[in-house]
Nanobody, 130 residues
Framework: QVQLVESGGGLVQAGGSLRLSCVAS???????????MGWFRQAPGKGREFVAA????????AYGDSVKGRFTISRDNAKNTVFLQMNSLKPEDTAVYYCAAALSGYTGLVYSRNREYDNWGQGTQVTVSS
């Protein structure tokens, strides 16, 4: 099992930026580079929404339509960390943001569906005021 701990959430005005981090660890944790990583979010009363994903190697990425051009996902395999840089934030970006990890046999694949991930963090709140 992999433990994922998110940080970097908070309150920001519309148009501002935040950078989320997610650090992976665990007793049965193999190597961070074996996992494709993703970010999802859930606003009150709504389902969990795909935000961004990155392949094991970091070469390939994917984004949800609502964040394309504003958010950037990246990873540092040496530090077991994945990041989500969020720019030009909007009030509709307000949600709890979750980090997720998927053990993958393919270095270049990205995963955008909840069911493809089997490890989840506890989430970090992002609130964007208008």
């Amino acid at each position: 099992q992999v433990q994922l701990v998110e940080s970097g959430g908070g309150l920001v005005q519309a148009g501002g930026s935040l950078r989320l981090s997610c650090v992976a660890s665990g007793r049965t944790f193999s190597t961070f580079s074996s996992y494709a990583m993703g970010w999802f979010r859930q606003a009150p009363g709504k389902g969990r929404e795909f935000v961004a994903a990155i392949s094991r190697s970091g070469v390939n990425t994917a984004y949800g339509d609502s964040v394309k051009g504003r958010f950037t996902i990246s990873r540092d395999n040496a530090k077991n960390t994945v990041f989500l840089q969020m720019n030009s934030l909007k009030p509709e970006d307000t949600a709890v943001y979750y980090c997720a990890a998927a053990l993958s046999g393919y270095t270049g694949l990205v995963y955008s569906r909840n069911r493809e991930y089997d490890n989840w963090g506890q989430g970090t709140q992002v609130t964007v005021s208008s």
